[in-house]
C-alpha cells in the first residue's frame, strides 16, 4: 500500500463513489456482525480500518471546499454532508456492535495493550453518546438530529463565507490610506479606467491592516460594521442548532449540551469549567482596567470598538518603541517557514524534506518529516489568504499513523491552512509577528498528529485526545515564536539578509503582554458565552441578552447594539467547540507550564523537551491527557504558570 494518501478529488464522480464506499462498508458490517467467536483482531479492527478509510476520502472533499470553494464544490459537499452523516449515526448506533465491542473488552481486557484497551473504552464510549443502547424511536429521532446539524452547520459556514468574499470598500483619497503599511497597499492596490484605488475587504489580512493603521474613524467603523454584521440570516440557524443539541442531549439522558459535552473531556462537570473561567476573570480584570485607562489616555476620546486596534497600535508604538511594519520585512514567509523546521530540527531532532507533489492551488506546499533519517511523514501547507478559501487558521489530519488489518504500516499526513498576505508579483509575503505565533500554533497541531507512534488509527495522533487537551500541544510550541534563540533562526530581513538586532527582539518580547489582560478578558468572554449557552435553551432575543449579561464583566469597552458576534462565531457554530471553547484556556494550564520547564533548560538539547515528544507527541490519543501529563512531568499541572505567561500578577 502507499505510504501517503493520494490527494486527489474528482468532483463529478464524487457522491457515486461515496455511495459505493458505504453500500460495500454496510455489507462488510452485516459479514462482520455474524462473527461468532468476536475478537479485537477480527472484529474490531476492521471496523476501524472502514472508518480510517472512509475519513481519508471524505476530507479530501472537506478539505477542498474549505480551500478553494466553488458552486461546485458547495453543491457536491452539501449533497454529500446528508448520506455520510445518515450512514455514521446509523453505525454509531448499531446496537449489536455496541454490544461486540463491551463483550471483546470483558473477554480480552487483560490480553489487550493500552492503546486496544483505549479504541475500546472510547468507542463504547461514543456509542452510549449517540444512543445505541436506546429504543428504536429515540434512536430514529437522533438520526434526524444528526442529519439536520450537519445541514445547519455547513450553511452557518458557507453564509459567512460568503459574506466575507462579497464585500469591499474601495478607497479613492490617498490621505485615506496615510499610514497603512506599504506591502499592505501594494495588496488592496487596483487601477480602474486608470485611477489608482485601494480595496479592502473583510478578509483577515485586509480587514486586520485597516482597523490597525487606517487612520479615517468613519472608514474604520464602517469596515467594522460590516465585519461584526457578517451573514444575519445566521441567526435563525443558531436558534435551530442550540434547539437540536438541547433536544439531542435530553434524550441521551443529560441536563444539557453542556454537560453531554464534558461526558468526553477532562473537566469533570460545569461547576469545575465556569469556577476555573470566573477565577481567570477576576485575576485578570484589575490589570484589563489599567490597561483600558492607559489606552484612553492616548486616544484623548471616548474608546470605541473600532478603535481599539488603531489607538492600541499607536501605545504600543509609543510604550515600546515598537513599529510592527518595521518587523514584518524580517518575517518573510518562506524565510519564517524554513526557520521553523530548523527550530523544530533544533528542539526534536526532526527534519523536513520539501517534495514535488502536484497540489489543489500553486501557492500550496509539501513536505516529508524525517526522524533519525526514516521518513514519517508528510505535512502540506496552504498558507496565503485568497478569495473562496475558508478565513482563520487550522490543521486538519488528512491520514493517521496506523498498522491496518494486514500488518501494513500507514505513515501520517497533515495539512496546515492560514491566510497569511498574499505574495503577489515581486512583493513577497511578509507577514506580522502574530502571523508566526499562528504558523507555530498549526505547527503544533500537525506535530501532534505526525509523530504518533500508536498503531490504532483512532487513538493515533489528534484522534482520541480530550478537546480541552487537544490545543496543549499547538499552544506549546507557539510561546517559542518569542524566544529570541528561536527567532534568530529566521528573523532574517529579506532584501538586506540582516539578522533581526537584538535591539528589535528586546522590544518584542517586552511588548509579548502588551494589553494581555484585556486579551484574556476577551477570550473568557467567548468561553463563558459558549458555555453558558449551552446550559439551558436559548433562543432568539435570549442569546444577544446573555451575551450582553457576559460583557457587563468582560467587555470594558461596550459594543454596538449592532454587533452580532455569534453570527460570526464558527467555532463552536461550524466546528467542533461547541460547550467547549474553554478548552483554549483549560489547555493553556499544560502548555504554560511544560513550555517553562523547556525554557529553563535552555529550550535546545532540553530533556524535557525529548520527554514531551516521547510521552506527548508520539502517544497521541493512547491514553487520557491527564495521565499522559503525569508521566510527563511527575506531578500536576501549575495553573499560576498561565497568569505567569500572561504577564498577570
Excluded at 472533499?61 to 446509523?90: D, G, M
Excluded at 496506523?402 to 515581486?426: R, T
Aim: aromatic content about 12%; hydrophobic content about 35%.
Amino acid at each position: 500500500m502507499s505510504k501517503f494518501l493520494e490527494l486527489k478529488v474528482d468532483l463529478d464522480s464524487f457522491i457515486k463513489e461515496l455511495n459505493q464506499k458505504l453500500e460495500k462498508n454496510n455489507k462488510n458490517v452485516e459479514k462482520l456482525i455474524k462473527i461468532k467467536d468476536k475478537t479485537f483482531a477480527n472484529f474490531v479492527k476492521p471496523l476501524e480500518m472502514m472508518d480510517e478509510k472512509l475519513e481519508q476520502f471524505f476530507t479530501q472533499l472537506s478539505h477542498l471546499n474549505s480551500v478553494k470553494n466553488s458552486a461546485k464544490t458547495q453543491k457536491v459537499y452539501a449533497a454529500s454532508l446528508p448520506i455520510i452523516t445518515e450512514y455514521s449515526t446509523k453505525l454509531s448506533q448499531n446496537i449489536d456492535i455496541y454490544n461486540a465491542y463491551k463483550e471483546i473488552y470483558k473477554n480480552e481486557q487483560k490480553s489487550l495493550n493500552q492503546e486496544q484497551k483505549r479504541v475500546l473504552e472510547l468507542n463504547i464510549l461514543g456509542f452510549e453518546l449517540s444512543g445505541a443502547h436506546l429504543d428504536e424511536k429515540t434512536k430514529k429521532r437522533l438520526q434526524e438530529i444528526n442529519l439536520k446539524k450537519s445541514s445547519l452547520t455547513n450553511d452557518f459556514s458557507q453564509n459567512l463565507l460568503n459574506a466575507t468574499n462579497e464585500y469591499k470598500y474601495i478607497i479613492t483619497d490617498a490621505k485615506d490610506v496615510e499610514g497603512i503599511p506599504q506591502s499592505d497597499l501594494a495588496n488592496a492596490l487596483i487601477k480602474e479606467d486608470g485611477v489608482t484605488k485601494y480595496k479592502f475587504t473583510l478578509q483577515m489580512p485586509s480587514y486586520i491592516a485597516y482597523m490597525t493603521y487606517g487612520k479615517n474613524e468613519k472608514i474604520r467603523e464602517e469596515l467594522y460594521r460590516a465585519y461584526v454584521t457578517r451573514a444575519p440570516q445566521n441567526a435563525q440557524i443558531i436558534d435551530e442548532l442550540l434547539s437540536l443539541k438541547d433536544e439531542m442531549s435530553r434524550l441521551l439522558g443529560f441536563d444539557n449540551y453542556a454537560c453531554y459535552s464534558l461526558a468526553s473531556k477532562m473537566a469533570t462537570d460545569e461547576s469545575s469549567v465556569i469556577g476555573f473561567l470566573e477565577k481567570l476573570i477576576s485575576n485578570s480584570k484589575p490589570q484589563a482596567e489599567n490597561e483600558l485607562k492607559e489606552l484612553q489616555e492616548m486616544a484623548k476620546k471616548p474608546l470605541k470598538s473600532f478603535d481599539t486596534a488603531y489607538y492600541s497600535e499607536l501605545l504600543k508604538k509609543e510604550k515600546y518603541d515598537i513599529d510592527e511594519e518595521e518587523y514584518r520585512p524580517y518575517f518573510e514567509q518562506k524565510s519564517v517557514l524554513e526557520g521553523t523546521f530548523e527550530f523544530l530540527n533544533k528542539l526534536f531532532n526532526i527534519t523536513f524534506k520539501k517534495n514535488s507533489e502536484e497540489l489543489w492551488d500553486k501557492k500550496a506546499l509539501s513536505y516529508d518529516l524525517y526522524i533519525d533519517g526514516s521518513l514519517k511523514s508528510r505535512l502540506y501547507l496552504d498558507l496565503e489568504a485568497r478569495k473562496g478559501k475558508q478565513g482563520g487558521a487550522w490543521m486538519n489530519n488528512f491520514a493517521s499513523h496506523h498498522i491496518d488489518e494486514k500488518g501494513n504500516e500507514q505513515l501520517a499526513s497533515a495539512v496546515i491552512v492560514c491566510n497569511f498576505p498574499p505574495s503577489k508579483g515581486k512583493n513577497p509575503s511578509l507577514l506580522r509577528h502574530d502571523d508566526v505565533v499562528t504558523l507555530f500554533h498549526e505547527m503544533g497541531h500537525a506535530l501532534h498528529h505526525m509523530l504518533s507512534e500508536v498503531n490504532e488509527n483512532g487513538v493515533s495522533g489528534v484522534n482520541g485526545v480530550e478537546w480541552d487537551a487537544v490545543e496543549f500541544p499547538s499552544q506549546f510550541l507557539e510561546n517559542f515564536a518569542y524566544e529570541p534563540k528561536v527567532l534568530k533562526l529566521f528573523a532574517t530581513h529579506y532584501k538586506t539578509k540582516e539578522i533581526i538586532p537584538d535591539s528589535m527582539i528586546e522590544k518584542l518580547v517586552k511588548s509579548k503582554n502588551f494589553q494581555s489582560a484585556l486579551g484574556m478578558l476577551r477570550q473568557l468572554e467567548f468561553s463563558i458565552f459558549d458555555f453558558k449557552l449551552h446550559t439551558k435553551l436559548y433562543n432568539g432575543s435570549e442569546i444577544q441578552s446573555l451575551l450582553d449579561s457576559i460583557r457587563e464583566e468582560t467587555a470594558l469597552i461596550k459594543p454596538p447594539s449592532y454587533n452580532k458576534f455569534q453570527n460570526g462565531f464558527s467555532h463552536i457554530f461550524a466546528g467542533g467547540y461547541s460547550a467547549g471553547y474553554y478548552s483554549y484556556k483549560w489547555a493553556e494550564v499544560l502548555s504554560a507550564d511544560a513550555f517553562f520547564n523547556v525554557v529553563d533548560e535552555g529550550i535546545f538539547n532540553s530533556k524535557c523537551a525529548t520527554k514531551y515528544l516521547d510521552i506527548i507527541l508520539k502517544s497521541g490519543g493512547s491514553k487520557s491527557m491527564e495521565v499522559l501529563y503525569r508521566e510527563f512531568m511527575g506531578r500536576e499541572p501549575n495553573p499560576d504558570n498561565l497568569l505567569r505567561l500572561n504577564g498577570i500578577i
